[in-house]
């Protein structure tokens, strides 16, 4: 079956502008994950979605980030006025969220976003 | 608070050669799991294994194979006669039982050499 998917690949702006990134998750997960990850360093939690529950957003670095999910599938990370230093690679997963036990993530090929 | 700790930044070894990488967790909860993921030169993180914290068994799946040890809080992986597709980025990481945050270590760069 199809896996995560994320959209663009690659994403060059300029500081400043406003980005969008989008994350299509596995059909049926209701969980759903973004990530940043710089070069070097592991893997930075961002923003968590579970089904119809308010997202859990202790994760966002700043303001000028913000991301919702629509109909409890595809979702959109925005990132306003960027700088040098949200350059990175984003990383959307997802996985069967809401049962007894924490399951593993699928994650999709990420998104890398370069501020000039 | 939560953390993960992967050591060992960057580890080569001989093809064949065998090779552990080590992860330690810090975690004040009695429940929570533990994972591995690779991120091979292609960029897509892939899951390898899931464990709960109540689950001390070891585990073993072909060359690999993991040790997990609460009374030390480590879960390491060791990769058996490692081959040149092993070579990527091993990331050890803590979840909270809630389920609604992932812990990730720095990973560990693991360089197999024909």
């Known amino acids: 079956g199809a896996g995560v998917s994320q959209s663009p690949s690659n994403k060059v702006t300029e500081k400043g502008k406003d980005v969008e990134l989008r994350c299509d998750p596995i059909s049926g997960h209701t969980a759903l994950y973004w990530y940043r990850q710089s070069l070097g360093q592991g893997l930075e939690f961002l923003i968590y979605?579970?089904?119809?529950?308010?997202?859990?957003k202790s994760g966002l670095p700043s303001d000028r980030f913000s991301a919702e999910r629509t109909g409890g599938s595809v979702s959109t990370l925005t990132i306003q006025r960027t700088q040098q230093e949200d350059s990175a690679v984003y990383l959307c997963?997802?996985?069967?969220?809401?049962?007894?036990?924490?399951?593993?993530?699928?994650f999709g090929p990420g998104t890398r976003l370069t501020v000039l | 608070a939560q953390k993960v700790t992967q050591a060992q930044t960057e580890i080569s070894v001989v093809e064949k050669e065998d090779v552990t990488l080590d992860c330690v967790y810090e975690?004040?909860?009695?429940?929570?799991?533990l994972f591995w993921y690779k991120q091979p030169p292609s960029g897509e993180l892939v899951f390898l294994i899931r464990r709960n914290s109540f689950d001390e068994q070891n585990e073993i799946s072909g060359r690999y194979s993991w040790n997990f040890q609460k009374s030390t809080s480590s879960f390491n992986f060791t990769i058996t006669a490692s081959q040149v597709v092993d070579s990527a980025i091993y990331f050890c990481?803590?979840?909270?039982?809630?389920?609604?945050?992932?812990?990730f270590g720095t990973g560990t760069s693991l360089t197999v050499i024909p």
């Open positions: 975690t004040r909860d009695t429940t929570y799991y």
């Open positions: 997963a997802s996985s069967l969220g809401g049962g007894l036990a924490v399951n593993e993530q699928f």
């Open positions: 990481a803590l979840a909270k039982n809630t389920g609604n945050q992932f812990y």
């Open positions: 979605f579970q089904g119809n529950s308010a997202p859990d």
